[in-house]
Nanobody
Framework: VQLQASGGGLVQAGGSLSLSCVAP????????MGWFRQAPGKEREFVAGIAGEVSYYADFVKGRFTISRDNARNTINLQMNSLKPEDTAVYYC?????????????WGQGTLVTVSS
């Protein structure tokens, strides 16, 4: 399943962006969903995940990012606040969590987030 992320853009440090990921069919069929990112020259890394209604985060975004599930709109959202230049990356969503995303082969195009200092 290839999911499409959107909502990226250019923002100043300290600003906010809201990303959205549309899943085919119903998001409720994906018990685990996650957001991931890949900065230039770096490996893709886990950012946030949601299992059912329970969310969990990478340490570097705790307190700043919030993942949520909107089953009525079939979307998984990522609210990003207090953005830092080091958050600059292409952000992806996938029906995977922190422990099993590396083997996933159906990444969409992602959405680019650029945070200026």
């Amino acid at each position: 399943v290839q999911l499409q992320a959107s909502g990226g853009g250019l923002v100043q440090a300290g600003g906010s962006l809201s990303l959205s990921c549309v899943a085919p069919g119903r998001t409720s069929r994906f018990y685990i969903m996650g957001w991931f990112r890949q900065a230039p020259g770096k490996e893709r890394e886990f950012v946030a995940g949601i299992a059912g209604e329970v969310s969990y985060y990478a340490d570097f975004v705790k307190g700043r990012f919030t993942i949520s599930r909107d089953n009525a709109r079939n979307t998984i959202n990522l609210q990003m606040n207090s953005l830092k230049p080091e958050d600059t990356a292409v952000y992806y969503c996938a029906p995977r969590g922190k422990s099993d995303f590396r083997a996933y082969q159906y990444w969409g195009q992602g959405t680019l987030v650029t945070v200026s200092s």
